[in-house]
């Protein structure tokens, strides 16, 4: 359905909001223990379509990621369907509330949030693009 697309894609986005900052702080210095080549671009830009740089991600991590996902969607869709877009039961510190206002309430915020998530890694993309500079630079708390 639409809405478990919109749950799905905003959950990733979430993951991406907060992930795209780190990878543009953690990059050099998790390359530097490992002894391998830093992969940000001219500015600090994470490589992506926009800015370009994705030819020095490594091919088995593309194959990785593909197999992770292609496999976790596979079981997605092999599980029941559950009447609540999204819900595969997983909730291991108990935040999902036990009460249908509580529910409704978290399920509203979690697709608010999914899509700011949407448009702030949109304008991830969009702002290393036209400024040349890793988002990290126009944080002032982060440089």
């Not at 809405?3 to 900052?21: D, T």
């Not at 909730?91 to 949030?113: C, H, S, T, V, W």
Request: proline letters at 6%.
């Amino acid at each position: 359905t639409r809405r478990e697309a919109e749950v799905k894609h905003g959950r990733i986005a979430m993951l991406a909001a907060l992930g795209w900052p780190l990878s543009e702080l953690l990059d050099k210095p998790i390359a530097h223990v490992f002894n391998l080549p830093a992969v940000l671009g001219h500015g600090d830009k994470v490589p992506s379509l926009l800015n370009g740089g994705l030819e020095t991600i490594s091919p088995v991590y593309w194959a990785t990621v593909l197999a992770l996902a292609g496999g976790l969607e596979a079981w997605s869709m092999s599980k029941e369907a559950s009447p609540l877009a999204g819900d595969y039961g997983f909730d291991p510190f108990g935040f999902y509330p036990k009460d249908d206002a509580g529910q409704a309430r978290m399920q509203l915020a979690e697709i608010k949030n999914g899509r700011l998530a949407m448009m702030a890694i949109t304008g991830f993309a969009y702002q290393e693009l036209f400024t040349n500079n890793g988002v990290i630079h126009s944080i002032p708390f982060l440089h």
